[in-house]
């Protein structure tokens, strides 16, 4: 049995998808923050289970993308984030002591790669660069492979919140009108296909020739908004948009990128054909949004 942790968000979401279709929904035991029914593209429904239940239910491999969302934070100061979060750290781990799976895949963020260790000053950072160390320790105390996926930017289907990048520039460009960066400064990204993601990181959890204690990073090619904003209309048969933006050119840039080289070899190990960018493009801007939960 695989638990997927976080099931009713995007990426727990798109691992859902990719076992239902890929493998079988019936090996599938998806848990949220409260029991609700998941309603997948294909019409399949997945019974999800409060997190809480993670350490009394069986499974062999457990993929853990619960978290709490940096918007949490904002609204309710860096105590209760910070706590918040904890708890659902303390539920995985002990899930991990007690059923002992074979493999944990633990969904990070790029912005563990550069946290500090001031956790009041960064908490989203810093956490996940702690919940990294907590949960490495964990599954290899119990015999667990363990790979750490840290996610830098991701594209494609049922990307719930969309006023980001990519998803805020195909949504400008579907409306018709000219597009808007705000940005005043250069910003570079990469990103990978959110299925790929999950593939990749399925597939390595359970491929006999990879190291038990593997860490990815998400990436692809890089690409100023500007330019992606030009490289999104092409790629969906448009005309080149007319880009309303005040900014420097030559100021320092947001470079937000992750090592692709690793997650790429993986990828190529397990067989796994990557999504270029342009697909990618399109992906976001023809798939459904949002899952649905009863």
Request: proline letters at 6%; a negative charge.
């Amino acid at each position: 049995m695989v638990a997927v942790t976080g099931a009713t968000g995007w990426v727990g979401r798109a691992a859902c998808e990719v076992l239902a279709r890929e493998y079988a929904e019936t090996r599938i035991v998806p848990f949220a923050s409260s029991a609700k029914t998941l309603v997948l593209q294909d019409g399949v429904s997945l019974a999800v289970r409060p997190l809480d239940e993670l350490p009394d239910t069986p499974h062999d491999v457990l993929l853990h993308f619960a978290y709490v969302t940096r918007e949490f934070l904002d609204r309710v100061g860096a105590d209760a984030y910070i706590a918040a979060n904890a708890a659902i750290t303390a539920v995985v781990r002990a899930a991990i002591d007690r059923v002992r799976p074979r493999a944990v895949l633990h969904a990070s963020s790029g912005a563990a790669a550069s946290a500090g260790s001031d956790l009041m000053a960064d908490p989203y950072a810093v956490l996940k660069r702690m919940d990294e160390d907590t949960l490495r320790t964990a599954s290899r105390d119990a015999g667990a492979r363990i790979v750490t996926m840290r996610i830098f930017n991701l594209a494609g289907p049922w990307m719930a919140k969309r006023g980001f990048a990519i998803g805020s520039l195909v949504d400008q460009l579907g409306a018709g009108g000219p597009v808007t960066i705000h940005a005043q400064h250069p910003v570079l990204r990469s990103y990978t296909d959110v299925e790929d993601a999950v593939r990749v990181a399925i597939g390595a959890c359970g491929a006999p020739d990879l190291d038990d204690d593997l860490r990815l990073e998400t990436g692809g090619e890089t690409i100023e908004l500007s330019a992606l904003a030009t490289r999104a209309a092409a790629a969906l048969g448009l005309a080149e948009p007319e880009i309303h933006r005040t900014w420097d050119p030559l100021a320092p840039p947001d470079a937000y990128l992750g090592d692709r080289g690793a997650f790429e070899a993986v990828a190529s190990k397990l067989g796994i054909p990557l999504h270029d960018l342009d697909a990618q493009i399109r992906r976001t801007a023809l798939s459904p949004t949002e899952p649905v939960t009863t």
